[in-house]
C-alpha cells in the first residue's frame, strides 16, 4: 500500500505546508481519501492500531474527518467531527456527534508535519471531558517522529501508519 499511496499522493516541487514550513514534497491526501478503493485500504490498515478501550473516534477537520468515518463504518465505533474552532451558529459546538465527556477518544487526522492543530484539538476535547492519549495519522511526516515534540509534550502518543521516509520523502 505505501507504494500506491507513493504514486498517488506525492508531489515535487516547492510546497508552502500548514504550518509554514518550506517543502520540497508534499502528500496530497485527498488524493487517496478520494478514492473509494484506497481509502477502504487505509481504513482497513488503520482500524489494527486503534488501542484497545477507544470507544469513540475523533476525525479532525477536514482530512481527519473522511479518516475517521471509514474507520468507523469498518470498525463499528461511532465518531466525533472535529471543527478546527466551534462554530458560532446552531449549536455551536466544536465537536459535532456524540458527547464525548468521559469517554477514551481516538484523534484521526491524515498528515502530521509539527502537530499543532492536533494539540490544538486535542485540548479542545479534553476540556469537553474527553480522555485522549493518542493520535491515529495516516502519513506522518515530522522530520523525527521518535524526538520529543509537542505531542508527546501534550501527552499524545502517535500511531503512524506511514512516514514520510515510507513514501519517498526525506
Known amino acids: 500500500m505505501a507504494t500506491r499511496l507513493q504514486k498517488m499522493c506525492r508531489l515535487s516541487g516547492r510546497f508552502v505546508l500548514r504550518s ?5 514534497f508534499y502528500f496530497d ?23 484497545e ?19 468507523s463504518l469498518a470498525i463499528g465505533l461511532p465518531q466525533v467531527l472535529v471543527r478546527k474552532e466551534a462554530k458560532t451558529y446552531g449549536t455551536a459546538k466544536l465537536a459535532e456527534g456524540p458527547d464525548v ?43 523525527d517522529p521518535s524526538s520529543p515534540d509537542k505531542l508527546s509534550d501534550a501527552g499524545l502518543s502517535v500511531l503512524s501508519l506511514f512516514t514520510a521516509d515510507d513514501l519517498g520523502g526525506s
Open 20 to 24: 509554514g514550513q518550506v517543502s520540497e
Open 29 to 51: 491526501k485527498y488524493q487517496f481519501e478520494a478514492d473509494p478503493e484506497l481509502l477502504r485500504a487505509v481504513a482497513d490498515l488503520a482500524v489494527s492500531f486503534v488501542p
Open 53 to 71: 478501550g477507544t470507544e469513540i473516534l475523533a476525525g479532525l477537520e477536514l482530512g481527519g474527518v473522511p479518516v475517521a468515518t471509514a474507520m
Open 101 to 143: 465527556d468521559g469517554r477514551h477518544v481516538l484523534v484521526v487526522d491524515d498528515v502530521i508535519t509539527t502537530g499543532g492543530q492536533v494539540v490544538s484539538s486535542t485540548e479542545e476535547l479534553r476540556s469537553l471531558g474527553a480522555t485522549v492519549e493518542s493520535v491515529l495519522c495516516v502519513i506522518d511526516r515530522r522530520p
